[in-house]
């Protein structure tokens, strides 16, 4: 998404060292928050879509529009304007960029329903951060120019190191030191002071050019002819390559985003690990001329495409972990991306085509996020989008120099790549583990999956699944299993001692944050009401049509569309019974749900002896701690109800599964009357130096740690 140099073989740049560190330290600050403003937004937006992966991706995908737009800016101007001309305009965009500061959105930009959700999160984005992060996206073509007219036609290469030096530690620094020690809001100011400091620098460098090089006529780039013949052009045939390389490159990120982050949180220290690779292949690419070794990539891309499909597509179960398979999909983002950039880099212009080149590669990232934030959901039922970008990346290496590969190498390697790319369009809907696929769709929340066991004669399952995540199942056969709770909900999970805690009152108002496949609807009796929160319009279709608990419940079982935090904040006080908060994304609770402010809206809307019920079962995240610190800070008091005393294969003669819930109650003699209904394992837990999480500050690595 940055590539924003050409060569280093160029002669460095020249000047006084005052005009070399003036220049710099604009490219390098321009570059450190062009990249960290990303995280920064992201985190205020997440909550209000659902606390998804696609939030991120379509993030992305406006960030990688204001980067297009940005250097079609910086083009523009160098090319069609006057040095002081130059100045003045820029000046003034920075000025205005200052004045909309800061860049932390409204709450009234919290969305009313679920619907339009890219449209609304782009909207968010342009409003908040548009004028700035266009002006920062401009910075290092526009300044490089600037440098070449003031040092007097001195080549501006070597600060490329600079910007990416920038861009790599914006997106390092970001998860590991700003997320866990500064609020959002904290961070939104810190950022907004830094856009002050570099406005401050960018009217040094605009003042220098004016004095050193406002007398020159020709436009910018005619004062860009350094290392004329610096690029292999002649075999590009043509600009198209510096878009379709880098478009391929952009959908293996925002792709490997989407699969990395289904399975674990949607959070900034795992959006930032796939950018920072991404990042790292156009360093290396354009750090010097013989970096990028063709053959040994185009090898490399060819084992770890075909380990990626393997573990894929494989009809047998391949007792491969799910950090395993995270580390495979980056390492073939890498690699893929590495011949994507290298290519791009080998097909790099002279130096008087500099601000078009970067416009090119802009293009093709900006296309990538299209085709995977926007076409992809419409088109394609799966995140499939790496498994077709990996051929396709093959295919144009194998084509883009035709006559350094023999013949049969090429047409071969098209073949396999053609076939690898119906494999991934067919497959899916074979690759179910032993049941027969029902249903597949994806959409702006993720992808979801139903399928049904074969007939068995003692029973037959039907299951839904979110990613990799089973989010519910029901006994379809024999029928009289139909109303039995099953997996996480089962009778001995955490929700199904709160509903004993609550089985002597009748007509119960019951919430439920998170549909799945409804199957707490089967605790319902006559009299009762149980709210489903749910914000994924393709979850409610299939529980009302793919299972029977909401349709056989003996309560009645409204469905609310929307954002389940943002619906039981409209509920007034005192309302429930029961609260249940059971919002998977995939293997992962979204994080907003979490809060202090969530717990508050939450217990508010308790009757004075109503159960809070919290289901957090995660293989990556230990969350109960969190909820605890959380209880602990409301002076309520919180019980951990793991199923860990049963075994797992005891559990699942139940039709149950192994789940770790934790109660929030101020009912009296909760542990005694739960010891009294169940043999569960019911305890304390640690939350020892466990930071509160807020709204405006969560520190996620506090919950990796303690797994």
């Known amino acids: 998404m940055n590539g924003l140099a050409t060569s280093t073989t160029a002669a460095a740049p020249g000047g006084t060292r005052s005009l070399v560190l003036t220049f710099g330290v604009a490219i390098f600050l321009g570059a450190f928050l062009l990249f960290q403003v990303q995280p920064i937004i992201a985190r205020f937006i997440l909550p209000w879509f659902g606390g998804t992966t696609d939030v991120w991706t379509t993030c992305l995908l406006y960030f990688q529009t204001m980067l297009l737009i940005g250097y079609a800016y910086a083009h523009l101007i160098a090319v069609y304007l006057r040095p002081r001309a130059q100045v003045i305009v820029h000046l003034v965009l920075v000025a205005a960029a200052v004045a909309v500061l800061p860049i932390t959105p409204s709450e009234t930009w919290q969305p009313p329903d679920s619907s339009w959700p890219i449209l609304r999160i782009l909207a968010i984005?342009?409003?908040?951060?548009?004028?700035?992060?266009?002006?920062?996206?401009?910075?290092?073509?526009?300044?490089?120019?600037?440098?070449?007219?003031?040092?007097?036609?001195?080549?501006?290469?070597?600060?490329?190191?600079v910007s990416n030096a920038g861009s790599l530690l914006a997106l390092v620094s970001y998860p590991f030191v700003f997320e866990p020690l500064l609020g959002?809001?904290?961070?939104?100011?810190?950022?907004?002071?830094?856009?002050?400091?570099?406005?401050?620098?960018?009217?040094?460098?605009?003042?220098?050019?004016?004095?050193?090089?406002?007398?020159?006529?020709?436009?910018?780039?005619?004062?860009?002819?350094?290392?004329?013949?610096?690029?292999?052009?002649?075999?590009?045939?043509?600009?198209?390559?510096?878009?379709?390389?880098?478009?391929?490159?952009?959908?293996l990120l925002l792709g490997t985003t989407n699969l990395v982050c289904q399975d674990l949180a949607p959070v900034p220290f795992l959006w930032i690990a796939p950018l920072a690779l991404y990042l790292l292949t156009f360093v290396l690419c354009f750090h010097q001329e013989n970096f990028y070794q063709r053959g040994r990539m185009l090898i490399g891309l060819v084992l770890v495409g075909a380990g990626v499909f393997y573990v894929r597509y494989s009809m047998r179960d391949i007792p491969i972990s799910i950090p395993m398979r995270t580390g495979l999909y980056l390492l073939a983002m890498f690699v893929g991306c590495m011949i994507c950039h290298g290519e791009v880099f080998r097909l790099r212009p002279p130096a008087k085509r500099l601000t078009g080149y970067y416009l090119s590669i802009a293009l093709g990232g900006a296309l990538g996020g299209v085709a995977v934030a926007v076409v992809a959901p419409l088109v394609l039922s799966d995140y499939l989008e790496v498994y077709l970008a990996l051929p396709v990346c093959l295919m144009l290496a194998m084509w883009v120099r035709p006559k350094a590969l023999p013949a049969a190498v090429r047409y071969g390697s098209t073949v396999a790549a053609v076939g690898a790319m119906i494999v991934a369009l067919v497959a899916p809907a074979f690759t179910t583990s032993g049941f027969d696929s029902i249903f597949m769709g994806r959409n702006f929340y993720g992808v979801l999956r139903v399928a049904q066991e074969p007939d068995n004669p003692k029973s037959t399952r039907r299951v839904m699944r979110h990613g990799t995540t089973v989010h519910g199942f029901q006994f379809v056969q024999p029928t009289f299993l139909r109303s039995l709770p099953t997996g996480y909900y089962g009778p001995n999970s955490g929700i199904g001692l709160a509903m004993r805690l609550m089985e002597h009152r009748s007509n119960r108002t019951i919430g439920v944050i998170g549909l799945g496949t409804g199957t707490i609807a089967a605790y319902g009796r006559p009299g009762d009401v149980m709210y489903f929160y749910e914000i994924n319009p393709q979850v409610e279709r299939l529980a009302k049509e793919q299972f029977y608990y909401l349709a056989e419940s003996e309560?009645?079982?409204?469905?609310v569309l929307g954002d389940g935090r943002l619906s039981v904040e409209k509920v007034p006080s005192g309302t429930f019974d029961v609260l249940v908060v059971d919002a998977f994304n995939s293997d992962a609770i979204p994080v907003h749900l979490l809060t202090k402010e969530a717990f508050e809206i939450y217990l508010d809307r308790l009757k004075p002896d109503g159960i809070l019920a919290l289901h957090l079962t995660n293989n990556f995240l230990s969350l109960g701690p969190i909820a605890f610190r959380v209880a602990d800070e409301l002076a309520w008091p919180a019980y951990l109800l793991s199923s860990s005393r049963l075994s797992a294969e005891a559990?699942?003669?139940?039709?149950?599964?192994?789940?770790?819930?934790?109660?929030?109650?101020?009912?009296?003699?909760?542990?005694?009357?739960?010891?009294?209904?169940?043999?569960?394992?019911?305890?304390?837990n640690t939350r020892a130096n466990i930071s509160l999480w807020t709204d405006d500050f969560v520190n996620i690595l506090q919950a990796v740690g303690r797994r």
């Not at 809001?185 to 950022?191: F, R, Y």
């Not at 309560?555 to 469905?559: G, N």
Request: overall charge positive.
């Open 125 to 161: 984005l342009a409003v908040c951060t548009g004028l700035p992060f266009m002006v920062l996206a401009a910075t290092s073509p526009l300044m490089q120019s600037w440098f070449v007219r003031t040092a007097k036609g001195r080549s501006p290469y070597r600060f490329y190191a």
């Open 651 to 684: 559990l699942r003669k139940k039709g149950e599964s192994p789940s770790t819930w934790v109660v929030v109650t101020r009912r009296r003699n909760v542990r005694s009357d739960v010891l009294i209904t169940t043999s569960d394992d019911v305890r304390e």
């Open 184 to 251: 959002r809001v904290d961070q939104s100011l810190i950022w907004s002071a830094g856009v002050g400091v570099f406005a401050v620098i960018a009217i040094v460098c605009g003042v220098r050019l004016w004095r050193g090089g406002a007398g020159e006529q020709p436009p910018a780039a005619e004062a860009l002819r350094v290392d004329e013949g610096s690029g292999d052009d002649s075999a590009s045939h043509g600009r198209w390559w510096w878009i379709v390389f880098p478009a391929v490159g952009s959908v």
């Open 555 to 559: 309560a009645e079982t409204p469905v």
